[in-house]
């Protein structure tokens, strides 16, 4: 009897065996993870007096519409490019967009006219006006001007400043008191600055980021008035400032001094280098047409002739073309880079001001490479 019991244990144990080998043999491989679409390349254009919109890059067509509100202006883009934000004047904010699904996620009070957007990280600033009245600038020079400057001079009118968005709460976490009138934003290679460009007061501030504490300010009126677009050189040595009414650049070194000077042609605005450095490339509003020059030499290139107040532009993702929104002519135009060629001239109303590229490029918008 015991013999019998010993020889079904050891039947049963040999079967389970062969049952685990089986199991073993037919088992499944692990199913390797599904790989992701890469997300498609495309242009989002802010509008003045109207919604975002979004153009393949593949071949500008119209592929959709972000309804952000009127006086959308500033925008930006996370580095990962899930993310984008916009100033919006009509409702004093900034919209957070989440660009898989082109809907607004959340809006932050930010102040009265925001306008100038830059991203670093998971952070947004901002450049808003407390004292703004609203319209175009006066005329420097003119009785309003005037009554401006005093007000300034006798303390009545707050500085514009620079609201620091933390896009992951979602709300604002401080400010930088800045000068008068802050259009153009940018950072130091450390990310430890921010640099500003003050028109109504002629002056470029440097900021610690951390503390607020203006560290250094750069008086401009000797070169030319009302400074507005300033960039970063890929290498992080130098920034280059466009006065706006001086029709000039300015050069700074890494210290925030002034090496050099150059003229550009009638009222430049947006700014930035190619990627590798070696240029320098600059909108102009009222010359109508968007200037290359030798970083190193500053002498002009060549030139392409585009629209009526052309405000900011991008290079698509292979630096190839520039894609430039002109706001007054109310037309986004594609320029093979190399040519000045026009490659597409799209008609868009309501005044189109700021252009960011997805995948992230090098533009007037956009950190540099």
């Not at 389970?16 to 043999?25: D, H, I, N």
């Not at 919006?88 to 082109?102: P, Q, R």
């Amino acid at each position: 009897m015991k013999l019998k019991i010993i020889a079904l244990a050891l039947s049963m144990t040999v079967a389970l065996a062969a049952c685990s080998k089986k199991e073993e043999a037919v088992a499944p491989e692990a199913a390797a993870p599904a790989e992701q679409a890469a997300p498609a390349a495309v242009a989002y254009i802010t509008h003045q007096d109207g919604p975002v919109t979004i153009y393949s890059l593949a071949d500008y067509t119209k592929v959709g519409e972000i309804v952000v509100g009127e006086g959308g202006r500033g925008v930006g883009l996370t580095d990962d490019g899930k993310l984008m934000v916009v100033a919006v004047k009509e409702t004093k904010d900034l919209a957070i967009v989440d660009t898989a699904t082109n809907q607004v996620v959340r809006r932050v009070p930010i102040g009265i006219n925001p306008e100038f957007v830059r991203v670093l990280g998971n952070l947004a600033f901002v450049a808003y006006e407390p004292a703004s009245k609203g319209g175009p600038p006066p005329k420097p020079g003119s009785a309003e001007a005037k009554a401006i400057e005093k007000e300034r001079e006798d303390g009545d009118e707050l500085p514009a400043q620079v609201a620091i968005i933390d896009l992951l709460k979602g709300e604002k976490i401080k400010e930088i008191t800045a000068g008068f009138e802050t259009e153009g934003i940018e950072f130091s290679g450390d990310g430890k600055h921010i640099i500003v460009t003050n028109e109504a007061d002629e002056n470029v501030s440097v900021h610690d980021i951390e503390t607020g504490q203006k560290i250094k300010q750069i008086d401009t009126e000797k070169f030319g008035i009302r400074p507005r677009g300033v960039k970063r050189s890929p290498d992080g040595e130098q920034f280059v400032v466009t006065l706006e009414y001086g029709n000039k650049m300015l050069i700074l070194d890494k210290e925030y001094n002034v090496i050099n000077e150059g003229p550009t042609g009638e009222v430049p605005y947006g700014v930035t280098y190619t990627r590798d450095g070696s240029e320098i490339v600059v909108a102009l509003a009222r010359g109508k047409a968007i200037q290359v020059f030798d970083a190193k030499t500053l002498e002009l290139k060549r030139e392409m002739p585009v629209g009526d107040r052309c405000w900011h532009f991008s290079f698509t993702p292979d630096d190839k073309q520039l894609i430039v929104a002109c706001g007054r002519s109310n037309n986004i135009l594609v320029l093979d880079y190399a040519t000045g060629s026009l490659i597409k001239d799209i008609p868009e109303g309501n005044m189109p001001w700021g252009v960011m590229v997805s995948p992230k490029s090098v533009g007037s918008l956009d950190i540099p490479g």
